[in-house]
């Protein structure tokens, strides 16, 4: 891989981070700020409107200055969201909180870009190992996300989580030089094309192409986010499971989401997408029927590493697939309409979490997340019918 892809890497370990610190703290203190029980969630939800809000002005920036700009205002976003989050710590201010949620949000918007700037660097068939390796970038915001989190007094003392937020506007800050040094300009890039122009934006989504692959991420960030945010309340408030003990399971989920980025990349060569992306709907479902089946500790743990793995194999392979279905001075539009129908998807799902977990219960949670895995199967399948047909792939970029 050229030295551009492992900057990328570098950059997402570290800018990544903000995703599972708020995750995991982020209903915890908003439990403690919150006016009323039922907002506690909301915080978690917010980071994903804030990227939602984001991903439209992003990718519009990116096409005109290039990425590398763009990457270091998001950066600058996560150092803002840390500053955000710890003035909310000190002044015991629940709407702080929540700005500091969607001010991280924003910068995320643009991290998540870093895997199309990855898959631009290589040549089109190491597209999907390209954006596979960014994604294990994760692997160390899993670990390091949750233990800045926790710096300090941590959920304790006057300022609950102050400590933990300074420090991820500190590795925010880090990211920033990361990008600043090491990441080559747009003008480097091997597959660089024109921006703009391109076939109709309603034409390009006629390809069902277009539709599984949107699908394979968004359904599977959704269900993913719907299951993950309510996993540390359903743990600490229902279960009786301590807070170390609901850490350690989401730290273990998040590893579990980018390890198999290790060899997925090679997947989508070796088995093909739909097959990966058949495996991960079934992981999914094997998430569901052992979180189903008890709620000791190891069913969580189990529970949340298959459905960690299940997002990896719908997520890189929905983003691998995508290119099939435009042309490179295309790419800006369909990356950004597919990033916003994914965090959308994301978003409504983590802002429902805590309203369903709390209406239904567990169980009931869990039930709700079975129609979604319908969804993508049914256009996983329909495009499949398509592509019998001659050079169905291939004519919708063509």
């Known amino acids: 891989m050229p030295l551009n892809v492992w900057i990328l890497v570098a950059a997402q370990a570290l800018a990544m981070c903000t995703a599972p610190f708020i995750v995991f703290i982020g209903s915890i203190h908003g439990r403690i700020l919150a006016p009323s029980p039922e907002w506690a969630t909301l915080p978690v939800g917010l980071v994903v409107v804030g990227t939602v809000l984001a991903i439209k002005p992003a990718t519009w920036l990116m096409e005109r200055l290039g990425r590398k700009p763009v990457m270091l205002l998001g950066a600058l976003m996560g150092v803002l969201s840390g500053l955000t989050g710890g003035a909310s710590a000190w002044l015991s201010s629940f709407p702080l909180l929540c700005l500091a949620a969607i001010v991280g949000g924003t910068g995320l918007a643009v991290?998540?870009?870093?895997?199309?700037?990855?898959?631009?660097?290589?040549?089109?068939?190491?597209?999907?190992?390209?954006?596979?390796?960014?994604?294990?970038?994760?692997?160390?915001?899993?670990?390091?996300?949750?233990?800045?989190?926790?710096?300090?007094?941590?959920?304790?003392?006057?300022?609950?989580?102050?400590?933990?937020?300074?420090?991820?506007?500190?590795?925010?800050?880090?990211?920033?030089?990361?990008?600043?040094?090491?990441?080559?300009?747009?003008?480097?890039?091997v597959r660089e094309a024109p921006a703009g122009g391109g076939r109709p934006l309603k034409d390009i989504l006629r390809a069902p192409v277009v539709w599984t692959a949107i699908s394979g991420a968004a359904i599977g960030y959704a269900v993913m986010s719907f299951i993950m945010t309510a996993t540390p309340l359903s743990m600490t408030e229902m279960a009786g499971h301590e807070l170390p003990d609901a850490?350690?399971?989401?730290?273990?989920?998040?590893?579990?989401?980018?390890?198999?980025?290790?060899?997925?990349?090679?997947?989508?060569?070796?088995?093909?997408?739909?097959?990966?992306?058949?495996?991960?709907?079934?992981?999914?479902?094997?998430?569901?029927?052992?979180?189903?089946s008890g709620i000791t500790f190891h069913h969580y743990l189990f529970a949340l590493i298959l459905l960690g793995v299940g997002w990896n194999f719908l997520f890189v392979g929905g983003t691998t697939l995508l290119p099939r279905g435009y042309r490179d001075e295309e790419r800006f539009r369909v990356q950004g309409l597919n990033d916003m129908m994914v965090f959308s998807s994301q978003a409504v799902a983590a802002l429902s979490a805590g309203a369903v977990l709390t209406a239904l219960g567990w169980t009931g949670l869990l039930l709700a997340s079975i129609p979604l895995l319908i969804l993508h199967a049914v256009l996983m399948t329909s495009w499949l019918l398509h592509s019998r047909t001659p050079a169905v792939s291939e004519s919708s970029a063509d």
């Not at 068939?125 to 996300?145: K, M």
């Not at 300090?152 to 991820?168: I, Y």
């Open 247 to 292: 850490k350690r399971v989401i730290q273990i989920h998040i590893v579990a989401m980018y390890l198999p980025s290790l060899i997925s990349g090679w997947l989508t060569r070796v088995v093909g997408i739909p097959l990966m992306m058949a495996g991960g709907l079934i992981a999914y479902l094997a998430c569901i029927l052992l979180a189903f």
């Open 111 to 189: 991290v998540h870009q870093y895997r199309f700037a990855a898959m631009e660097s290589v040549k089109s068939e190491l597209a999907g190992s390209a954006a596979a390796r960014v994604l294990l970038g994760g692997l160390i915001a899993a670990w390091l996300g949750p233990e800045i989190a926790l710096l300090g007094s941590a959920g304790q003392g006057d300022h609950p989580f102050l400590e933990g937020w300074l420090g991820l506007g500190v590795v925010q800050l880090l990211a920033m030089g990361v990008l600043a040094l090491g990441y080559r300009a747009k003008s480097e890039l």
